[in-house]
């Protein structure tokens, strides 16, 4: 039997449905705002590549995550292996382990972020972006992403 194209649409559009995570989110702005690591953090390990950015270990408690999820619509726990709960400016980039610089992030849209991070990282550690560059990077994949998901 041929399916007609909207009867692929339609059922590619179900199982795009069935496979994302039931609270699909994006970083809210005042929940998750995004923060630099500083060498006052109590993550701080200290400082990399030549710009000499503040950096900090990666250290998201439980409660922490509990905290993140229920902010971000009460994500329960059976759910969690469907995200990651992302830092908004990479550690890589100097972002801070605070929890204003951490958010649930569908595992998909994770992956793709994975390879700007990867980019950046590449970036800071030749010297060919500066902090700054890397920030206004993840500041304008954020705001591509909304638009997407309007």
Aim: a negative charge.
């Amino acid at each position: 039997m041929k399916l007609s194209k909207v009867s692929n649409l339609f059922l590619g559009a179900l199982f795009f449905l069935a496979v994302q995570p039931a609270f699909a989110t994006r970083p809210d702005p005042v929940l998750t705002p995004g923060s630099l690591c500083t060498a006052s953090d109590p993550n701080f390990s200290g400082y990399r590549y030549k710009e000499q950015i503040p950096y900090c270990n990666r250290n998201v408690s439980h409660d922490e995550k509990l905290k993140i999820a229920q902010a971000y619509g009460n994500i329960p726990e059976s759910e969690w292996p469907n995200y990651e709960f992302d830092h908004l400016i990479p550690l890589c980039a100097g972002g801070s382990d605070d929890i204003s610089n951490i958010w649930p992030q569908p595992l998909t849209e994770a992956h793709i972020k994975d390879k700007l991070e990867d980019e950046i990282f590449n970036g800071l550690q030749a010297g060919t972006m500066t902090q700054q560059e890397a920030v206004q990077k993840i500041q304008d994949w954020v705001a591509q992403q909304a638009k997407i998901q309007q």
